[in-house]
């Protein structure tokens, strides 16, 4: 593992632990609510991966490595991104943020917790992750020509 990918598997280790404790305290509330919102990550992790980083330039050395190993089980779309692209992968990350956050805010311990872990990933994505990512196609890239 090297020095640039490093901060990609943390990105994501601390925005699936900020999740988990999304899922912890659905659980808490009820079974169905956590198996429910269990299945919101994993169907918004699969869509983003099938949608938007099918399209990556580099995704068979995709800086968060999930994502992009995902991604490539279906074949490479050669393509520029699209609105529906950003849409898709948009929508399934409010909602992995947004569903949880009436019963973290009854729990204000784990709702101060969610919301550190997701600025820390957010930030480890935008300052480390993109500063680093060669896929000029996407629009958080830094090195479009």
Same mark, same amino acid.
């Given at each position: ?20 404790i ?20 994993? !169907?918004?992790?699969?869509? %983003? ?8 330039? @580099?995704?068979?050395? &995709? +800086? ?28 399934p ?12 805010f009854?729990?204000?311990?784990? !709702?101060?917790?969610?919301? %550190? ?8 994505? @935008?300052?480390?992750? &993109? +500063? ?14």
């Open positions: 593992m090297n020095r640039i990918n490093i901060h990609g598997y943390i990105s994501m280790l601390i925005f699936l632990i900020a999740l988990g999304g899922d912890f305290v659905f659980f808490k509330e009820s079974v169905l609510l956590g198996v429910f919102y269990a299945s919101v990550v994993v !169907f918004g992790f699969v869509s %983003i991966s099938f949608t938007y980083c099918t399209k990556c330039t @580099i995704r068979s050395n &995709c +800086k968060h490595f999930f994502p992009g190993l995902i991604s490539q089980l279906v074949k490479y779309k050669n393509k520029a991104y699209t609105k529906a692209d950003f849409i898709v992968t948009i929508i990350v409010v909602l992995m943020i947004a569903l949880p956050q009436y019963w973290l009854e729990k204000i311990k784990y !709702f101060i917790v969610f919301w %550190i872990l997701i600025i820390i990933a957010g930030i480890e994505v @935008i300052f480390f992750v &993109c +500063k680093t990512c060669g896929n000029k196609k996407c629009a958080m890239c830094k090195f479009k020509d």
